[in-house]
């Protein structure tokens, strides 16, 4: 059974950390670039950043450069997405996906798998 999940969210403060996990089973991660979303209450769903398939290779949208980073472990078949300096305003369900050979966060791209999402809440 193919799945890709996404976990790790939760409610942290102002100026907090985080890190969310995407783990796929029943595929490997090993040739698809992956690509981290988030889509805040009544806002379109927006790119974050993806990393290649090697890792060696990261983007990221204006708004998380410098506080959000990508990372993946391909013997574990998991990705990561490290998020420093959190403000109430990345209040959101975060989403990954998978596409194959690509490193991509637009939403209008065809990915091959979608996770279900976590909510990370930002809040005092």
Known sequence: ???F?????GL??????LRLSCAASGFTL?????????????KEREGVG??????????????????FTISRDNAKNTVYLQMN????EDT???????????CRYDVRYSYNYWGQGTQVTVSS
């Open 85 to 88: 300096s959190l403000k109430p």
């Open 92 to 102: 959101a369900v975060y989403y990954c996906a998978a596409a194959r050979f690509a």
């Open 50 to 67: 993806c990393i290649s398939p090697s890792g060696g290779r990261t983007n990221f949208a204006d708004s998380v450069k410098g506080r």
């Open 1 to 3: 059974q193919l799945q």
């Open 5 to 9: 999940v996404e976990s790790g969210g």
């Open 12 to 17: 942290v403060q102002p100026g907090g950390s």
């Open 30 to 42: 090993d040739y698809y670039g992956i690509s981290w979303f988030r889509q805040a209450p009544g």
